[in-house]
């Protein structure tokens, strides 16, 4: 037989054998399992006989058989085939639509297991993040637009005259944002172009942040559980330091830190990447570590620290990618700092700015200090995370039932939620490494582990820097900003491997959507703290403006973090010279452009109580022995004996003039009546009592220029401040033009000063005098205005002479909030000044009127009280004093009684007079042709010349 006919034999044998009862051995063969519903552990033996309930004889295995069919299926060459057709078909199902493989840890039937509901759920987080951070960086512009370091560089670049003479602080020029300034700039500096970029940056800064954690992950789920935590925690960190403080914590504010560490990340990614020192990689990161160092050079102890940590630990740890990375990070550095220094003097060489070498505020701190700084440390690191439950306390002792109280209501719900994220984070990271600490030992480092050390060395070395350094550390923790990129990073690459179950995916977004909801009322209740506790310097501002709208000032001159608010309200109109110390120009984040040239005026913004910054007050004294006595002065905020701030005003004089050491301060600051200077009156001495600024340019003119230039000394006191019930501080315009009118009417331009003066009962008033001439003095009660008909107006309580003369008003306080008067202390007051100036006239108005025309309610009631005042008076210095009485309005019914020359000389001092009143016509044309005023202005009428004109002529 041939070969193939014996394997064919065998074969037909084989077959045939198929189809006899196959003969059941006594033990079953290795290649049959018996079909049970749990498999057998390998190595157990048969079940036992006897215990299992089989017949004695019987293998254990023969149930098995015995109720199967008694014939066993028999498997035919066809159904062998058909089987294996029925998989190739099954088989090449599958190749053609692959299963999704589930994810690690989440059950099969859960929704974000499919890729469609992965997405959703990252979309979700996406959009929640991007709409919390639109919140909170929109208060937090808001909140710090006042902030001079916000405003500072974008005025540096209004013009380029302006940023030529500019002066930048060498340790943090900004000059990777310099594009943002002068695209603010380009817009006029105005609140919404800062607002705008500020949130356009924070916003680009936390999507940064999202992208780099999504280049880490990779996994949609944990992306997305990362992405809520980063929306909760940016919600939950301060906008502010404290509430009374100008400290800012959280990034949104132009000018501090927050694309800068981005670019300082993505500078450390470059470098991990990096292969070779000729790579691509290495040559941008070196770019950008310049261009970063040359902005700001925190980063460049920081990245050095880095770099030496990763070298120290290369070789202790014997870690070849560690040294490589140290060693190119190092390397990084030393050519980015001489390219950062190429690039700062290139800058100086062609446009002229200086980079001014401030000296360290920070000394080493002592053991003490040391101690402080690392509780203080810790507490900030928790604040840039937003889970300190007590952020805005100070005070160390007061921080644990701060915190205890904090955890109540909506605050608590939030804080709550970061504190589980923290520990859930913190327990996870550590069981992870726990677990893996032998592979870690034997497999290198991949590049997001060494980025997060690398930022781990960095943080190390910032927390140091605070620690070891002596500075204000409960205010400073924006100085820790980098733990908070750092710990996102590190979770992020922890994240990359954990095995995350449905139910904790579950919990936790609950958990966090609705911490959420509750950081919103964290982050707004924030703001309104940060915003009541500026409002009392915004009101400042706001009076500040309305002083300088009466009283002009070329320049403001004050604190650094005073004035310039000032010229951002102002809408940059306001020009504003910042001072280093009390009297100096500032050398940094300054301009040369913005010092006061020789002769323009300033006014000088003193501020006397405690600000927002631990700069200390300063006193009057530095100030008038450094400027000389001021002109004028006006009380902003507390009184004329205790002021908190005060407008000093300098018309002309020079901001950098000569000292002034004679100046008797305390008699400035409140002087009494018998400090005034009487002046040399030989010629006589005319006191005149009216209503309102402008009544003797309207009605006792040219009587007041003839006084004038026949050598009189002319008093002239105002018992109320023409306010009209308008504006704040519209009276102090009408007090500045009577000071121009009267020196035009003196043809003199000595400039005038003023001082508050106070009465024996205890009131003060101020008084007007030109420098070196003590022959005019102009006294201001500053009662409020009653109105033509002397019911007063709502912003003065309806208060008037003529109600306080009829009884109907006890006391009328003052327009400026320094005085109150009764109808007896007026009587006193005149009495006062009389017996002081020794007048040899009293000019007044008539107690009432003579004809239909009616007079203003102020003018009768000025005029009765004089009247009744002079009935009761007799001086000492005189048998009889002479009163004149002169007609208000009712002249305008009157006959033209002036000649040309006195119309001409009296249109030229009121025309003086109304460049200050905005209330008045401001040209002839308008005064003759659209007012009363051209009547006025052509006429005086006193009480004896008006009865004349009345009795008939012979």
């Known amino acids: 037989m041939t070969k193939h006919s014996v394997k064919k034999t065998k074969t037909k044998k084989h077959k045939l054998n198929l189809r006899k009862t196959p003969t059941i051995p006594d033990s079953p063969p290795a290649s049959i399992r018996p079909c049970t519903l749990v498999d057998e552990p390998a190595g157990s033996s048969p079940p036992d006989k006897v215990s299992s309930g089989l017949p004695v004889g019987e293998p254990w295995y023969g149930a098995i058989l015995r109720k199967s069919s008694k014939k066993p299926e028999i498997i035919k060459p066809s159904s062998l085939v058909e089987r294996k057709k029925s998989q190739a078909t099954k088989t090449r199902r599958a190749k053609a639509k692959p299963a999704v493989e589930p994810r690690a840890g989440i059950p099969q039937k859960e929704i974000w297991r499919y890729f469609q509901g992965e997405r959703l759920f990252a979309i979700f987080a996406l959009v929640a993040l991007v709409v919390t951070t639109l919140f909170w960086a929109t208060l937090g512009a808001r909140a710090n637009m006042n902030n001079s370091d916000q405003l500072a560089d974008s005025y540096m670049f209004e013009s380029w005259h302006t940023f030529q003479k500019s002066h930048f602080p060498a340790t943090h020029t900004f000059l990777l944002k310099w594009p943002i300034f002068i695209a603010t700039s380009a817009f006029g500096n105005t609140d919404t172009s800062i607002q705008i970029a500020t949130i356009a940056v924070v916003t680009l800064t936390v999507l940064a942040m999202a992208y780099l954690a999504w280049r880490i992950i990779r996994r949609p789920v944990a992306w997305a559980m990362l992405v809520l935590t980063l929306a909760l925690a940016t919600l939950l960190i301060p906008i502010q330091a404290s509430p009374t403080t100008l400290l800012p914590v959280n990034m949104a504010m132009l000018t501090t830190r927050n694309l800068e560490y981005i670019v300082y990340i993505l500078c450390l990614a470059m470098i991990v990447k990096t292969v070779r020192l000729r790579s691509w990689c290495f040559v941008l990161a070196t770019m950008l570590f310049g261009l970063l160092f040359a902005s700001d050079r925190l980063f460049l102890p920081l990245s050095i620290c880095a770099s030496l940590a990763f070298v120290s630990f290369g070789f202790i740890w014997r870690r070849v990618e560690l040294r490589r990375t140290g060693f190119l990070c190092a390397a990084s550095c030393v050519l980015a700092l001489a390219l950062a220094l190429a690039i700062a003097h290139g800058l100086g060489q062609f446009t002229g700015i200086s980079y001014i070498e401030t000296a360290s505020p920070y000394a080493i701190a002592s053991l003490r200090d040391i101690v402080l700084g690392i509780v203080y440390s810790l507490l900030g690191i928790l604040t840039n995370l937003g889970v300190n439950p007590a952020p805005s306390v100070l005070t160390l002792r007061d921080w644990p039932s701060e915190a205890i109280a904090s955890f109540r209501g909506v605050a608590g719900i939030a804080h709550l939620a970061m504190v589980c994220a923290g520990l859930y984070i913190i327990i996870t990271a550590c069981r992870r490494l726990w677990r893996r600490r032998r592979s870690i030992e034997k497999r290198p480092f991949n590049s997001a582990e060494q980025l997060s050390l690398l930022l ?46 449905a139910r904790w995916v579950r919990d936790w977004t609950a958990l966090v959507a609705a911490a959420l909801v509750a950081g919103v009322y964290v982050a707004y209740a924030g703001y309104s703290d940060v915003v009541a506790a500026q409002n009392q ?31 951002n309200l102002s809408s940059g109109s306001q020009r504003v010279t910042p001072l280093q110390g009390c009297t100096e120009p500032r050398s940094v984040l300054s301009s040369d452009a913005w010092v006061p040239t020789e002769g323009e005026s300033f006014a000088y913004l003193l501020t006397l109580d405690k600000g927002q910054t631990d700069f200390p007050p300063c006193t009057l004294e530095q100030v008038v022995s450094r400027f000389g006595r001021p002109n004028g002065s006006v009380v902003v905020a507390g009184t004329s004996q205790q002021p908190l701030e005060m407008l000093l005003f300098y018309d002309q004089s020079s901001l950098n003039g000569g000292k002034d050491s004679k100046v008797n301060v305390s008699s400035f600051r409140s002087a009494n009546l018998t400090d005034l200077p009487k002046g040399s009156c030989s010629a006589g001495t005319v006191l005149q009592v009216v209503a309102h600024p402008d009544d003797d340019l309207l009605f006792m003119n040219p009587d007041l220029s003839s006084a004038i230039e026949a050598g009189l000394c002319v008093r002239t006191l105002y018992l109320t401040a023409g306010d009209n019930g308008g504006g704040a501080y519209y009276w102090l315009g009408r007090q500045l033009g009577v000071e121009t009118a009267y020196t035009t009417i003196m043809g003199v331009r000595n400039g005038w000063q003023s001082q508050s003066v106070r009465l024996e009962s205890g009131q003060l008033i101020t008084a007007s005098s030109p ?18 008909s002397g019911h007063g107006f709502p912003a003065t309580h309806y208060a008037s002479l003529q109600r306080l003369l009829a009884g109907d008003v006890k006391v009328a306080r003052s327009v400026d909030e320094q005085s109150a008067f009764t109808r007896e202390d007026l009587i006193a007051t005149l009495r006062q000044l009389t017996d002081h100036f020794k007048p040899n006239e009293i000019r007044t108005f008539a107690p009432s009127p003579f004809i239909d025309f009616a007079d203003h309610s102020d003018h009768t009631a000025t005029g009765f009280l004089t009247t009744e005042f002079i009935q009761f008076y007799q001086p000492k210095w005189t048998e009889k004093l002479s009163l004149n009485t002169y007609l208000g309005y009712p002249i305008n019914a009157l006959p033209p009684s002036l000649s040309e020359e006195d119309t001409h000389k009296k249109e030229s001092a009121f025309l003086q007079y109304a460049t200050h009143d905005n209330g008045v016509c401001q040209s002839l044309e308008d005064c003759y042709n659209s007012t009363a005023y051209g009547g006025y202005l052509q006429r005086q009428y006193t009480l004896q010349q008006y009865e004349s004109s009345l009795a008939p002529s012979e």
């Open 771 to 788: 420098r070196a001439d003590d022959r005019i003095t102009l006294l201001f009660l500053n009662l409020p205005d009653g109105g033509p």
């Open 456 to 501: 781990l060395a960095s943080s190390v070395a910032a927390v140091a820097s605070f620690v070891f350094t002596n500075h204000y550390y409960a205010g400073d923790a924006r100085y820790l900003t980098i733990t908070f990129f750092t710990i996102f990073i590190i979770t992020a690459t922890l994240l990359r491997g954990v095995k995350l179950r």
């Open 537 to 567: 310097y915004a009101m400042r501002n706001k009076a500040i403006l309305q002083i300088l709208t009466q009283h002009p000032a070329g320049y403001v001159v004050g604190d650094y973090w005073r004035v310039l608010p000032l010229r």
